[in-house]
């Protein structure tokens, strides 16, 4: 017969086991869900069973709980004035930590005799394996919740490659070519064609400060005004007038998101050009004869910046041949270690490099200057070039 | 490099010498702040940006929109030695005109003129 000693010590043992096994089940069960409310309700329900309690109920900590997950079984009408802090008889708990060490919850079992030593150590571990399939659980909505918004991104950014001109219009004696690519889902870069009436072409190429979902938004807003703006035979001055006020009623976070553009008329029969250029980097127009480009250069403000601003007209000729680039900061602003690309070597690549292809051929030549890194900001060109006379544009 | 500013007192003036990046983020939010604050104290504004060597378009947007907040709260908001980056952007949006600006840190203060009466304010 076994002495009363070591018959305790095989019951105490016994009963460790019978802990640990159900420490185990109660991990298989907390971890057989990602689904968040599934694992606070098996939490509490198994604390509540292992433990023998009335009931048992979490606290929130860094983790937000909602009414139908945080209790189980019964617990005295005061149970939500359980603190940490507060030592109240008949309440044991244990803590759930998050990754980075925050408390995420209390888990808190409701029962009128103190815990022994090893269930105190078997709420111990039941927490730490419920802060683990939190995690896991929380990581899982956030992953749900990421396909949710990047879905909507996909979606915005369909609608926006949408709402670039499918079509460049035929101009007779001209080709028009423009390019445009986003450094995030959506940018704020905005190119848009308008051919009018009376035959002449509206151009603008428009860039809104910042990029991604904010300024796409803002370059979205623009794009009304603008075509609203387009046919309504005003100059292009007034034009811009009109915009820069529109987008400065629209409030301060439209302010930061201003928006710098160039607005551009072609007459393809007298091939005259009228610009406004309202903030944005100059525009290029260069001759077929090697003389020095000009460049079209900001006339006033940013559009949506200030208010009551002011723009003039530029008027240029096209001769045969001769060429007219807009493009957004993106293209100029891209580096190589601390070397910037720059409005010159861009310039030199329109003066030595003409052609259909030119702008393909100028993102190639960026993508390689910067290593073919990604790409850091949107950029948006517009090539247009006057065929020589009697020969192909 | 992160944005930092620190501010010093000159009369009715608070000089807040402005380093780093101004770039949308970090720079612009810090950089909102601190004139919020200066203006708050009733100070007029004098941003030294000799030691901002990048601004982007975001960060263009923050110098506007406090030169703004500063008028329409009756304060004045000056620039000193803006360097080369931040400079050819002002002169490139026409934002120059805007704004005044100075080389000279001593004139710049002595052009808001002498401090207002507490009083007055």
């Known amino acids: 017969m076994l002495s009363g000693g070591y018959q305790s010590e095989v019951i105490e043992l016994q009963q460790k086991l019978a802990r640990v096994q159900s420490l185990l089940e109660a991990a298989r ?28 109920f979490f606290v929130a900590g860094t983790m937000p709980l909602e009414a139908r997950t945080s209790v189980y ?23 759930l930590t998050g990754e980075r ?16 030593l090893e269930e105190a150590d078997f709420l111990d571990g039941l927490a730490l394996q419920s802060a683990l399939a939190v995690g896991n659980a929380q990581h899982h909505e956030r992953m749900l919740e990421w396909e949710r918004v990047q879905l909507d991104l996909d979606a915005a950014r369909a609608i926006q490659r949408s709402l670039l001109p499918q079509s460049v219009p035929e101009i007779g004696g001209y080709s028009l070519t423009f390019r445009s690519t986003t450094c995030y889902e959506v940018g704020g870069d905005y190119v848009d064609v308008a051919p009018l009436p009376d035959g002449s072409l509206m151009m603008v190429l428009a860039d809104v400060a910042g990029k991604g979902l904010a300024s796409a938004l803002m370059s979205m807003t623009f794009r009304s005004s603008f075509r609203a703006m387009a046919g309504a035979g005003l100059p292009l001055d007034a034009m811009a007038a009109r915009l820069n006020t529109l987008h400065w009623q629209e409030g301060m976070e439209a302010r930061r998101r201003y928006v710098t553009a160039i607005l551009l ?69 891209v580096f190589q270690g601390d070397d910037e690309f720059g409005e010159d070597r861009l310039m030199a690549l329109l003066a030595h490099r003409p052609g259909e292809e030119f702008l393909e ?33 | 490099m992160a944005l930092t500013i620190s501010n010093r007192r000159s009369g009715g003036v608070e000089i807040l010498d402005v380093a780093g990046r101004l770039t949308l983020g970090d720079g612009t939010g810090t950089l909102r702040d601190a004139a919020r604050k200066a203006m708050e104290r009733g100070a007029d504004l004098l941003l030294n940006l000799s030691g901002v060597a990048y601004i982007d378009s975001a960060g263009l947007g923050e110098l506007v929109g406090s030169y703004a907040s500063a008028v329409s709260r009756g304060r004045r908001m000056k620039l000193l030695r803006p360097q080369k980056r931040v400079d050819s952007l002002l002169q490139m949006t026409k934002l120059y005109a805007t704004f005044e600006i100075f080389e000279d840190e001593a004139a710049a203060v002595a052009s808001f003129g002498p401090p207002l009466p507490e009083s007055a304010k």
């Not at chain 1, 057989?32 to 198994?46: M, P």
């Not at chain 1, 617990?75 to 008889?89: K, L, S």
């Not at chain 1, 309202?278 to 020095?292: E, K, M, Q, Y």
Request: with cysteine; hydrophobic share 40%; aromatic share 6%.
């Open chain 1, 29 to 56: 069960r907390v971890h057989a869900t990602i689904k968040l409310d599934d694992v606070l309700f098996g939490v509490l329900e198994t604390a509540a069973k292992e433990l023998e309690a009335d009931g048992a």
């Open chain 1, 73 to 95: 079984g019964r617990v005295p009408d005061d149970w939500t004035r359980w603190t940490e802090r507060t030592e109240i008889p008949g309440y044991s708990s244990a803590r």
């Open chain 1, 361 to 393: 051929y100028v993102w190639k030549t960026l993508a390689r200057f910067a290593g073919n890194a990604r790409q850091t900001d949107d950029m948006t060109a517009l090539h247009l070039r006057r065929a020589v006379a009697g020969g192909k544009a």
């Open chain 1, 265 to 333: 008329c072609l007459n393809p029969v007298t091939h005259t050009l009228e610009a406004v250029n309202a903030g944005h980097n100059p525009a290029f127009l260069l001759a077929a004869d090697g003389s020095d480009p000009l460049k079209i250069g900001a006339s006033g403000p940013p559009l949506g910046m200030l208010p009551d601003c002011t723009y003039e007209i530029e008027r240029h000729k096209i001769d045969g041949g001769g060429q007219l680039l807009l493009y957004t900061d993106g293209l100029t602003e």
């Open chain 1, 101 to 116: 060490g925050d408390t995420l919850a209390h888990l808190v079992i409701v029962r009128p005799q103190p815990l022994s």
